[in-house]
């Protein structure tokens, strides 16, 4: 792959991630609070890098993400990624335990 890093796990159940995909993902949970055009989207997951078409690249990278995020325990059926208005969004019925939202709480009482 061409500008993305890919993981592959062997040891415990198997999978595949793109750091495109991963970064997606993190990005829509970081910004949860808000729905996310598909332009910024494009904007922090390509950047600069060409691409020659990011509109159904966009929309491959969310099929993909949907798909990964379908393994989890209980998500069959779950519908983490929504698309409202031409905006991507976390579905935030689906509580989400950050570790960098409980540092800095930890970090200001020091």
Do not use: H
């Not at 390509?46 to 990011?54: F, I, K, L, M, T």
């Not at 990278?61 to 995020?69: E, K």
């Not at 989890?72 to 939202?101: H, K």
């Amino acid at each position: 792959m061409r500008n993305g890093n890919i993981n592959v796990t062997l040891l415990g159940e198997f999978s595949i991630t793109t750091k495109r995909i991963s970064m997606f993902i993190e990005y829509l949970i970081a910004n949860r609070q808000q729905t996310v055009p598909i332009s910024k989207l494009i904007e922090v997951i390509w950047g600069e890098n060409e691409c020659v078409d990011p509109l159904n690249a966009l929309k491959n990278l969310v099929y993909r993400a949907r798909g990964m995020l379908k393994v989890l325990p209980n998500s069959r059926d779950a519908e983490y990624i929504r698309f409202i208005q031409d905006t991507y969004v976390w579905n935030n019925t689906y509580s989400c335990t950050i570790d960098t939202e409980q540092l800095v709480p930890l970090l200001q009482a020091r």
